[in-house]
């Protein structure tokens, strides 16, 4: 299905194709792009702080992270 997109996007005249993948994906799927020929060109690292929640008691009330 990857080479079969890429003869399309070729064929409507892109020079290049380009998708964002999570390389630390349990699923592996970097190593299938890496397979069909593409390569990374550009790598993004995620920085994250865990923040206090505003009125958390000693239970440490309701958690979790906003995106």
Not at 8 to 31: M, N, Q, Y
Not at 43 to 55: K, L, M, S, T
Request: glycine share 16%.
């Amino acid at each position: 299905m990857l080479l079969a997109s890429f003869a399309l996007f070729a064929k409507r005249g892109a020079a290049s194709i380009g998708l964002d993948v999570d390389t630390e994906s349990p699923t592996g799927a970097h190593v299938l792009y890496a397979l069909a020929g593409m390569e990374v060109t550009v790598a993004i690292g995620q920085f994250e702080r865990d923040v206090p929640h505003r009125g958390a008691g000693p239970s440490g009330g309701a958690g979790g992270r906003a995106r």
